[in-house]
């Protein structure tokens, strides 16, 4: 049975195969999906040979400060409107969104009914100055995400994904002409656990965010930091080594595990293991590593990377002060990567 049918468009991410099959081209999971089924996320259905996709409802959407998102080199201080849908591409047993990621459980939930012109209305005039696709993974939901975006961008709005980088280079395509800002998880370096833990591959989320950095999206990359599972010293190298790989200006996040869903009697991260982690990334050669969810504002500010001035102070998702210009230039005249008006 199709997961909300009644609320469904025809998926441009997607090529037909023979027999009435249809291959999606939205996550690097390429699903090819028979006539009556569902793809891995469950919310992408194959109707008549035409594969469906999520259209017209958001599970909830909600004021939010940029910095929670996590972007820190985008609009310091600015007022977002976060929207997410049902569904997910992978099932991570640390899941913080279980409820409206797993088909099974969003089935009890009820879908707000909204078009996407009324819903970037709604966004400009609270205030935001971006909307962004979030709570569920945006990749499975990528048409109406474009539309929402594509009514953002008439307001003068940026536009974000919070994604699990599983992109394909069609998807990219895609979004390019409406979605600005990629934050990406990257949950491990260890392609077993990927697969055990999450339901993904490691290589296709490396992929992923070469991909979406090559293709001039701003990139702000996540880790929770989960202790037992990527926290040794070895994996945290791996990880820096790779974005550091990719470019020293790439902001890592590092931020902490509350236990949750399958991971319930799991032990919170201690905000010494973030720390670590963070030297281990500014050591490893990033220049912009950040502590996340742990209290007070120890490993939230920006530096200038030419002076080492505090550029953009913060505690928790409050900015205290920002030195930079509208360019991103610190008052010694050093630039500083990001998009800052
Ligand atoms: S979005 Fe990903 S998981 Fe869902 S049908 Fe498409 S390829 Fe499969």
Redo the contacts with the bound molecule.
């Keep these: 049975m199709p997961f909300l049918p009644e609320l469904a468009a025809p998926a441009a991410l997607s090529e037909p195969l023979p027999g009435g099959k249809v291959r999606?081209l939205?996550?690097a999971?390429?699903?090819s999906?028979a006539e009556g089924a569902?793809?891995?996320?469950g919310?992408?259905f194959n109707s008549g040979g035409r594969l469906m996709a999520p259209w017209g409802y958001v599970s909830g959407a909600a004021p939010d400060p940029i910095e929670k998102k996590p972007f820190f080199h985008v609009l310091p201080g600015a007022r977002t409107l976060s929207f997410g849908m049902f569904g997910c591409?992978f099932r991570c047993d640390f899941c913080q969104n279980w409820e409206i990621a797993g088909v099974k459980s969003a089935a009890r939930l009820v879908p707000g009914k909204v078009s996407a012109g009324r819903l970037a209305a709604e966004a400009a005039a609270a205030g935001a100055r971006a909307v962004i696709s979030t709570y569920n993974e945006p990749?499975?939901t990528a048409e109406w995400g474009a539309a929402v975006f594509a009514e953002a961008k008439k307001r003068g709005l940026r536009t974000g994904f919070v994604s699990n980088g599983?992109a394909t280079p069609e998807c990219a395509a895609f979004l390019k002409p409406v979605l600005d800002l990629w934050k990406v998880d990257l949950k491990s370096f260890d392609d077993a656990k990927y697969s055990r833990v999450c339901g993904g591959r490691l290589a296709k989320v490396l992929d992923g965010i070469r991909l979406i950095r090559a293709a001039g999206f701003w990139l702000e990359v996540v880790t929770l930091v989960v202790p037992g599972f990527n926290d040794s010293d070895a994996e945290l190298h791996a990880m820096a080594d790779f974005l550091a790989g990719l470019s020293p200006d790439v902001p890592w996040h590092l931020t902490a595990f509350h236990p949750d869903h399958l991971m319930a009697d799991g032990e919170p991260t201690p905000p010494e293991t973030l720390y670590r982690a963070r030297e281990i990334a500014l050591r490893r050669g990033l220049r912009y590593a950040y502590c996340g969810n742990v209290p007070g504002g120890a490993g939230q500010d920006t530096f200038c990377p030419a002076c080492g001035k505090a550029v953009v102070k913060r505690e928790g998702f409050s900015v205290r002060s920002v030195l930079l210009d509208g360019g991103g230039r610190c008052p010694c005249g050093a630039k500083v990567p990001g998009i800052w008006s």
């Design positions: 999606c939205a996550c999971h390429r699903c999906v569902s793809g891995v996320c919310v992408r591409n990749l499975i599983y």
